[in-house]
């Protein structure tokens, strides 16, 4: 969760040039860092690089706006990584 | 390239769907109304154009690697550079590559050369939707079948 959440802390940072340590695990991903659905697609094309995954945005967006998911759930930066965390396993299988 | 329509590819000349990559042609046009403002007496291809044929073919190669079930939007370009004038009359070879499909979005390297010098190339995201059925399905299967498009890409539509 550490490592997963570094990288990814880095990668918001570089990518939306937010400072490094102003970016916690209980950030929220657009409502405290204010990254647009725009921004979040370059991330996502470096999260997916940077693990070998495929972060499945289009469901959890689906899931938000049918109301069966908050965005707290995926935004949240330690969600995030437990999320990323649990697609790279299941990569692994 | 029907210039005036925002059609720029005249025809694909190759699709491989293995290493996901496109080539097509685009031959500017001698005449329009564009080269009499850009710029009079010294006819340029706009660089936003050269951009969009670049978006333009990589397009095509996303909805002939989702045989039409997703439609690709130009949401975001990286890295664009735009080496050397185009002049009306000169054809264009386009080609791009699909370096990553992600979920919602996808993101091609593209590029164009003209008398084997290297135009222009640019990093291009798309944002990736359901592809609009209706008459914007049979419009956009009409201009692939105008372009070559492979046919039996164009098929599964």
């Known amino acids: 969760m550490s490592s997963t959440f570094n990288t990814v802390a880095s990668i918001i940072a570089e990518t939306c040039d937010i400072p490094r340590d102003t970016i916690n695990p209980d950030s929220h ?36 706006n049918d109301g069966k998911a908050t965005t707290e759930q995926y935004f949240v930066l330690q969600n995030l990584c437990s999320r990323i965390d649990d697609l790279v396993a299941a990569k692994a299988k | 390239m029907r210039i005036e329509y925002f059609q720029l590819i005249d025809r694909i000349t190759a699709l491989n769907l293995f290493d996901l990559t496109i080539r097509a042609e685009a031959t500017v046009p001698t005449t329009s109304t564009i080269f009499e403002g850009h710029f009079p007496g010294r006819p340029l291809m706009p660089g936003v154009l050269l951009i969009e044929s670049m978006a333009q073919a990589s397009g095509w190669l996303i909805i002939a690697h989702t045989r039409f079930e997703r439609m690709p939007f130009l949401a975001a370009l990286k890295e664009v550079k735009l080496r050397t004038f185009v002049t009306p009359g000169q054809t264009l070879a386009v080609s791009a590559k699909l370096v990553h499909e992600g979920s919602g979005f996808a993101v091609t390297k593209a590029e164009i050369n003209a008398d084997d010098k290297l135009v222009c190339n640019a990093e291009i995201t798309f944002r990736v939707v359901d592809f609009p059925k209706g008459e914007f399905l049979a419009s956009m299967q009409e201009v692939a079948k105008r372009i070559a498009l492979p046919t039996e890409t164009a098929a599964h539509g």
């Open chain 1, 29 to 64: 991903a657009i409502d405290d860092l204010g990254i647009d659905s725009l921004d979040f697609l370059d991330i996502a094309f470096a999260i997916d690089k940077a693990f070998g995954i495929k972060l499945p945005l289009e469901q959890w967006t689906q899931e938000v």
